[in-house]
């Protein structure tokens, strides 16, 4: 069988809903999937004992979570040795806008240039404004970028852009990608 690391960083929660999705998808195809979350106490899982990682963040304010950062600095070697991909989540990635698709494109450059890993495969992932995980202020600045994108915010509060069906695929292509199992 074929081990899967799924390590996130996660603001509000929607990076954590993408891991989970994915390792569910990975699991019902065979595979042995651990989900690590990043920053908490059992975050600093060597990578040695996995078949192929995926790593998950989510930008705000034009940059990853520091836990994620830490993490891929730290194992970064390792994960050069494996097949990789990396989960960026972003209300960005919903737009259609070439500007914004190019900035979100930039900041993970950003992000692997500085700690010296580069994925096999990067994807971007649309976010949520989930309003009962945000103060009042945050939760204003969120719903005015939503309108100005054209969304309205969902009134129970929960504007989920994620397109679940794309996410399936990735995890589909992900695992094909990794050959057959070595069961």
């Known amino acids: 069988m074929l081990r899967v690391l799924i390590a996130f960083a996660s603001s ?8 989970h999705r994915l ?5 019902a195809v065979g595979c042995v999937v651990r989900l690590r979350e990043l920053g908490s106490e059992r975050s600093e899982t ?9 790593l998950a963040g989510s930008i705000h304010v034009g940059q990853y979570q520091p836990a994620l950062e830490r993490f891929i ?32 494109r930039s900041i993970a450059a950003k992000l692997f240039e500085k700690t010296g890993w580069q994925p096999d495969r990067t994807v971007h992932v649309a976010g949520a404004v989930h309003d009962n995980r945000l103060g009042w202020l945050k939760r204003l600045v969120l719903h005015a970028i939503l ?26 292509d992900f695992r094909a990608r990794l050959g057959p199992s070595a069961s």
Request: overall charge negative; hydrophobic content about 45%; some cysteine.
């Open 12 to 19: 509000e929660g929607q990076t954590e809903a993408v891991a």
């Open 23 to 27: 390792a569910g998808r990975l699991e």
């Open 46 to 54: 060597a990578t040695e004992a996995w078949d192929a990682a995926i």
């Open 73 to 104: 600095a730290a194992h970064a070697e390792q994960l050069r040795c494996l097949p990789t991909a990396f989960v960026s989540v972003s209300l960005s990635a919903a737009s259609r806008d070439p500007a914004e698709q190019a900035a979100i």
């Open 147 to 172: 309108r100005t994108k054209g969304v309205k915010p969902d009134p129970s509060g929960h504007t989920v852009l994620t397109d679940w069906q794309a996410v399936d695929a990735f995890a589909r």
